[in-house]
């Protein structure tokens, strides 16, 4: 999508620091780290948010969380957060669809 960030790193034209590249998914380091272990997991597809799933996107959401276990246990992370905020009410910011994986620090609940 035009000036979409995230499909411009999954393009290569915005340089992220990239930790998984699979032919659906990419995941990158946020660039405003909010735990010492601050990483998004993002479909190469454009979906707005999770509002914008549809029946053929299922598939497609299951590896984003599979993503998201797999990068945990590569890093040797002992616990996590997986975090989608959807819509600008729950602070979204960029709008192309991303699960947040924190870590690295205590994280509270309920979230802020
Ligand atoms: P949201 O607020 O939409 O849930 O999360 C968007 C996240 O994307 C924020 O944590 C923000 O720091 C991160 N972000 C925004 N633009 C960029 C960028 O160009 N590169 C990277 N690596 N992260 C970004
Ligand atoms: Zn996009």
């Given at each position: 999508m035009n000036n979409c960030p995230f499909c411009k790193i999954a393009a290569g034209e915005l340089p992220a620091a990239i930790v998984h590249r699979s032919p659906d998914v990419i995941a990158f380091r946020d660039i405003h780290p909010q735990a010492p272990t601050h990483i998004l997991i993002v479909p190469i597809k454009h979906l707005v948010s999770v509002d914008d799933v549809q029946a053929e996107d299922v598939q497609l959401m299951g590896r984003l969380i599979a993503t998201a276990k797999d990068i945990a246990r590569?890093?040797?992370?002992?616990?996590?957060?997986?975090?989608?905020?959807?819509?600008?009410?729950?602070?979204?910011?960029?709008?192309h669809l991303h699960v947040h994986l924190l870590s690295g620090r205590a994280l509270h609940w309920p979230p802020g």
């Open positions: 590569d890093l040797g992370l002992r616990g996590y957060r997986l975090v989608i905020n959807t819509g600008r009410e729950a602070g979204q910011s960029v709008f």
